[in-house]
């Protein structure tokens, strides 16, 4: 079962091909946006790429795309809660209601997604939504395309989500500008970026070119270019003091959207003092919501700033790591030099 592996078992089973996880978990590229079952038969791609998911609809709710080699979700699993899911999900996607007993299907979406079915759709539409309004470029026909019965609607739902108004995003971020350095540091290479109101990506990879491949995929239209100095360069020496051992506190200004969830997750996670640790559980129980354990390690795992919002923090309530987005490999090292200092 899912809950039952870690993340690092998880990849093991991936390296394996091991057929017997097949409806267990899928996996996910981030750099090829594709998706797979753990047995597929192509190229292992870098660890550091890779997200895992318990269902496939999971992974489609991210933009996520499955892959036509091993056909990931037509893997069935021998859990009969995911099943369960599964098919209600298939229902939301098609715009109806999921048939069977209500509460009985949100203990099981709370089980498997760490969500309840309203969350589930309501972030299947936004999806659906930004995908039209790549497509047609135009928010009216995207709106009604994706479900939504009015204009006040989409904004109130889709403005956090987005991270800009729906009519910006549909131009791919037209007119945001970013500027962005990459620098060496002990963690590999690190990628700094920032708008005009602060700070907007800190991403840590083996690569400098893979780094801005995805910045610049994530904001296809915007003005994004490299720069050395200015307001930048602070952002990037306080980073790197913090690496380094020289300031324990990272307090930079930000320009980033997140669901309400989210603001709530990482508001708490940047409460954890410098060199403790916090389990998904606690930190569920510290936002007043004690069941949203999976949630919360969805949302540390979707942290768009590393190291400033320390979603490294946050381990398994057994002691283990967890997963982490840039490599657990990376989270060790972090939680052993706070622990050092």
């Known amino acids: 079962m899912f809950s039952a592996m870690t993340s690092t078992e998880q990849w093991q089973a991936v390296?394996?091909?091991?057929r017997r996880c097949d409806g267990a978990f899928v996996y996910a590229v981030r750099s090829t946006r594709i998706y797979c079952?753990?047995?597929?038969?192509?190229r292992r791609p870098r660890r550091t790429q890779v997200t895992f998911f318990p269902i496939p609809e999971a992974a489609e709710r991210e933009g996520f795309r499955a892959c036509k080699r091993c056909h990931p979700?037509?893997?069935a699993g021998s859990d009969p809660a995911v099943a369960l899911v599964r098919a209600a999900c298939r229902s939301l996607d098609a715009g109806q209601n999921p048939a069977g007993d209500a509460p009985k299907l949100a203990r099981a979406f709370k089980r498997v997604l760490g969500i309840t079915p309203r969350q589930y759709a309501d972030a299947r539409r936004v999806t659906r939504f930004k995908q039209e309004l790549r497509r047609r470029k135009q928010v009216s026909p995207a709106l009604y395309e994706a479900g939504y019965g009015s204009t006040s609607r989409v904004y109130e739902r889709t403005h956090a989500q987005l991270g800009m108004t729906p009519a910006t995003y549909a131009r791919g971020?037209?007119?945001?500008?970013i500027v962005f350095v990459t620098v060496p540091?002990?963690?590999?290479?690190?990628?700094?970026?920032?708008?005009?109101?602060g700070v907007c990506r800190v991403m840590l990879g083996d690569s400098a070119a893979t780094l801005e491949a995805d910045l610049r995929r994530e904001f296809d239209a915007a003005s994004v270019r490299q720069q050395k100095g200015g307001r930048l360069e602070g952002f990037v020496e306080a980073i790197l003091s913090y690496l380094e051992g020289r300031e324990p506190h990272l307090d930079l200004p930000l320009d980033i959207r997140a669901t309400a969830f989210?603001?709530?997750?990482?508001?708490?996670?940047?409460?954890?003092?410098?060199g403790e640790t916090r389990s998904y559980t606690e930190v569920a129980k510290a936002i007043g919501d004690p069941n949203a354990r999976r949630a919360v390690a969805r949302a540390c795992a979707t942290n768009p700033?590393?190291?400033?919002?320390?979603?490294?923090?946050?381990?398994?309530?057994?002691?283990?790591?967890?997963?982490?987005?840039?490599?657990?490999?990376?989270?060790?090292?972090?939680?052993?030099?706070?622990?050092?200092?």
């Open 262 to 274: 989210q603001r709530r997750v990482w508001q708490e996670l940047q409460r954890i003092p410098f």
């Open 173 to 177: 971020g037209a007119g945001v500008d």
């Open 37 to 42: 079952r753990p047995s597929c038969a192509s």
């Open 305 to 341: 700033v590393a190291l400033v919002i320390p979603c490294h923090r946050v381990i398994r309530e057994d002691g283990a790591l967890g997963g982490y987005r840039w490599g657990v490999e990376r989270k060790e090292a972090l939680l052993d030099k706070e622990q050092d200092r």
């Open 15 to 18: 390296l394996a091909r091991d």
């Open 185 to 197: 540091t002990s963690l590999g290479r690190l990628l700094v970026a920032a708008t005009e109101r």
């Open 73 to 75: 979700a037509d893997a």
